[in-house]
């Protein structure tokens, strides 16, 4: 279960955050906090003491330390906490969101809109959950078998960049070049999710691990993917955005040479 802190200034919207995160199912511990101050010290009491702290649901405009250098300071964490902004501000969607937010409320908070986040939340902490539990088991490569003039090549799957579905089939795109394999494209992502595929439109699936560019032009969004840049669908854009926070976020700094 979802262990969050709830972070106001105002000491009614605080209580009622409260009061509402602790009637989710989903949520076992709620924490409280006045000031981002308090929060800040809060949570570097937990990740010290090596407990979990799923998310930080906090307001934005508060005295001191605003929520969005709260939130940037959390980046200085091995293994932040996820932020949740809950606020009366309706211009800070955008530098909320550029900063990893995993969602952004508009006060006052309605029931429904707040679970709605929590639900995302739960989701996120189950799939991260469930890659560091296979985590041993994705040491190994997989090998998959393609049919090529009557031969049998294996194709490593940390050499697969992309795969681009073909009606029954999907092709594997390798830097030593493509291979078709008779299986449907979201068999294949559910096979290989916890491995780092992200699916980022209803045809294609990407390896995270290749991604070396997020592209925006014109609202629409593109990964660069070695030589290639693939489109991102509308409904996939959020979750391949956070993806690569999350993954720059716990990427150690290299080592400085002697």
Not at 178 to 199: C, E, K, N, Y
Request: charged share 30%.
């Amino acid at each position: 279960m979802l262990r969050v802190l709830a972070v106001d200034d105002e000491v009614p919207a605080l209580e009622e955050l409260v009061r509402l995160l602790r009637a989710d199912p989903r949520i076992s511990h709620v924490g409280c906090a006045a000031d981002p101050a308090a929060a800040l010290r809060d949570v570097s009491r937990v990740l010290v003491a090596g407990e979990r702290l799923d998310a930080v649901f906090l307001d934005i405009r508060m005295p001191g330390l605003d929520g969005l250098d709260f939130t940037r300071l959390l980046t200085g964490f091995a293994a932040p906490p996820h932020v949740v902004f809950v606020t009366a501000l309706e211009d800070c969607a955008v530098t909320a969101y550029e900063l990893g937010a995993l969602d952004y409320i508009l006060k006052p908070v309605r029931p429904e809109r707040l679970a709605e986040a929590v639900r995302r939340l739960d989701e996120v902490v189950r799939r991260t959950a469930a890659a560091e539990d296979g985590a041993e088991r994705l040491d190994q490569d997989e090998m998959v078998p393609v049919e090529l003039a009557g031969r049998t090549r294996l194709v490593s799957r940390r050499a697969v960049t992309h795969v681009e579905a073909h009606g029954d089939y999907v092709r594997l795109h390798t830097s030593e070049g493509s291979f078709l394999v008779r299986m449907p494209l979201a068999a294949l992502a559910r096979r290989w999710q916890p491995a780092g595929f992200i699916r980022i439109h209803r045809s294609t699936l990407v390896a995270s691990a290749h991604i070396s560019e997020l592209r925006f032009d014109g609202g629409r969004a593109a990964v660069q993917v070695g030589g290639e840049l693939l489109p991102v669908s509308r409904r996939h854009t959020r979750e391949v955005r956070d993806l690569l926070v999350r993954r720059f976020r716990h990427t150690p700094p290299p080592e400085t040479p002697n």
